[in-house]
């Protein structure tokens, strides 16, 4: 079937920045909202109260707070703002897929996408406007990187799919599908993991989104010194790209890999917390026609892997203007997944997704650039 492009369903009006000097209170850790608030002259035990109403209800209005008194809810509004990412556009795929490109305060711009299952929702995550790597096979690699994502911009991304499905709890529903996320949207979190964590423990806090750790995967590019440090910090689902089974091929594929080639990269993912018991840690592999999907590099997938405890996502490539890359052929991926299979590991074929909107796995990118001498820190 082909599927026809869709057009964006929400487009807000372009602004240059934010004008409102007033500190916003998401993104904050539990720790920062508290002192935040004992600066302004407010109780200590306030920080739980507009936690919960930030984090569990979702109210962007401190007017909404109802066990507040009035006049802290006002104190609180002359004072801070509760702010998420403002929508630029909302296309809906015609699988059901979301995607949002989001502006912040500054102008910059980085996507979102939700990707529906029966079951739940997964939220894929962006970390950073653009990227450094230079994946050739991804579209954001096209994009230079402008900056790293706050904490706020991050947890935010988040807020704004719940606001968008209607899925914040209220006191006779607390169902809510938007269940998992994904850090595998623009960027490399581990070049962001500062911001990265600070977000990721907000929304693993019982008191508030409450998502446990086993619904977050965060994906890496193979920044192999911090893997070590996303197991002992978050303990969090981890997912590598891997894309090549030698250094020729994934230094091309994948170009931090001429920094940590593959070796030392399986090695930091052997030695992850919980790579040995039920929790596998997934490799990601795009299926690019005539570069990485022959049946020998299927065997040589199973070797590579079979002293982790793991599993292959095997996916499709997903092309956008430009890419140098083909898709390897129905009978060629599930060839190569049938060789995996039977080596012992699951490689089950990821289903594309919101293709028609440039949603996709790879093909995330915003038109943000980054100012003539800024400088980005990583």
């Known amino acids: 079937m082909t599927l026809l492009p869709t057009e964006p369903l929400q487009i807000t009006e372009p602004f240059s920045g934010r004008n409102d000097t007033r500190p916003n209170l998401v993104g ?16 200590p035990f306030r920080a739980r109260q507009v936690w919960q109403w930030i984090y569990w209800h979702g109210v962007t209005d401190f007017g909404r707070m109802s066990n507040i008194a009035k ?34 305060a500054d102008g910059n711009e980085a996507e979102t996408v939700n990707i529906p299952e029966a079951d739940r929702g997964s939220v894929c995550v962006s970390s950073q406007v ?33 606001d968008s ?3 914040w709890p209220t006191p006779t529903e607390t169902t809510r599908m938007l269940s998992n996320i994904v850090m595998m949207g623009m960027g490399e979190p581990l070049y ?59 230094n091309t594929l994948v170009p931090i890999n001429r920094k940590w080639p593959i070796a030392e990269l399986l090695a930091a993912c052997a ?29 040589e997938l199973v070797r590579l892997l079979t002293p982790i405890h793991a599993k292959v996502n095997l996916i499709p490539f997903n092309p956008w203007p430009g890419a140098p890359y083909e898709c390897s052929s129905n009978n060629r991926i599930h060839r190569f997944a049938e060789i995996v299979n039977e ?13 028609d909107i440039h949603a996709a796995c790879g093909q995330l990118k915003s038109a943000s650039a980054r100012s003539k001498g800024q400088k980005v820190l990583l």
């Open 343 to 355: 080596g012992g590991l699951s490689a089950p074929i990821r289903t594309p997704r919101g293709r």
């Open 192 to 250: 962001n993991f500062d911001n990265v964590a600070t977000a990721l423990r907000i929304v693993m806090d019982e008191q508030g989104i409450a998502l446990s750790r086993r619904r977050i995967t965060l994906s890496t590019s193979g920044v192999v010194p911090m893997i070590a440090k996303v197991g002992d910090v978050l303990d969090v689902n981890l997912a590598v790209s891997l894309h090549a089974v030698n250094d020729d091929i994934r």
């Open 130 to 162: 653009g990227c450094t790597l230079t994946c050739t096979f991804c579209h954001t690699g096209t994009q230079p990187l402008v900056r790293n994502l706050t904490p706020a911009e991050i947890v935010g991304q988040f807020m704004v799919a719940r």
């Open 28 to 43: 904050l850790s539990r720790e920062a909202l508290q002192a935040t608030l004992v600066e302004a002259g407010l109780e």
């Open 271 to 299: 030695a992850y917390p919980g790579a040995k018991n039920s929790r596998r840690i997934t490799f990601e592999y795009a299926m690019l026609k005539g570069i990485n999907d022959s049946d020998a590099d299927a065997r």
């Open 165 to 167: 499905y209607g899925e």
């Open 71 to 104: 006049k802290t809810q006002q104190r609180l509004a002359d004072l801070f703002v509760i702010e998420r990412p403002g929508i630029v556009t909302e296309q809906r795929s015609v699988d059901g897929t979301r995607k949002w490109l989001l502006r912040f």
